[in-house]
Nanobody, 123 residues
Framework: QVQLLESGGRLVQTGDSLRLSCVVS????????MAWFRQAPGNEREYVAA????????EYADSVKGRFTISKDNSKNTVYLQLTAVQPEDTAVYYC????????????????WGQGTPVTVSS
């Protein structure tokens, strides 16, 4: 069983930066592809970014490309999401996901999920 614990979400202002973290346990982290999704109130869960097991390959949703960065520290069993130049539309609960079994952009691809960390961007 893989367990994921997100942290780092908070209230920020437009244009600010913050870093989300997700610590993973229960399976060799270096073998896991990882992703971040987000879900705003009343909306479906939305793909944000993903990274391959070694950390050598990443992919981003068009809405965050150039502003967000996903990274993976296999020595700390942790995946990060660096958010910069945040906008009110980035307000959502951010979820960490592990172990993809298909196309990264699809929610159903991922086998394990964390409980989420809320990010609120005020204007």
């Amino acid at each position: 069983q893989v367990q994921l614990l997100e942290s780092g979400g908070r209230l920020v202002q437009t244009g600010d930066s913050l870093r989300l973290s997700c610590v993973v346990s229960g399976r060799p982290f270096s073998a896991l592809s990882m992703a971040w999704f987000r879900q705003a109130p009343g909306n479906e869960r939305e793909y944000v970014a993903a990274i391959n097991p070694s950390g050598s390959s990443t992919e981003y949703a068009d809405s965050v490309k150039g502003r967000f960065t996903i990274s993976k520290d296999n020595s700390k069993n942790t995946v990060y999401l660096q958010l910069t130049a945040v906008q009110p539309e980035d307000t959502a609960v951010y979820y960490c996901a592990a172990q993809a079994a298909g196309t990264w952009r699809f929610v159903d691809t991922w086998g394990y999920w964390g409980q989420g960390t809320p990010v609120t961007v005020s204007s």
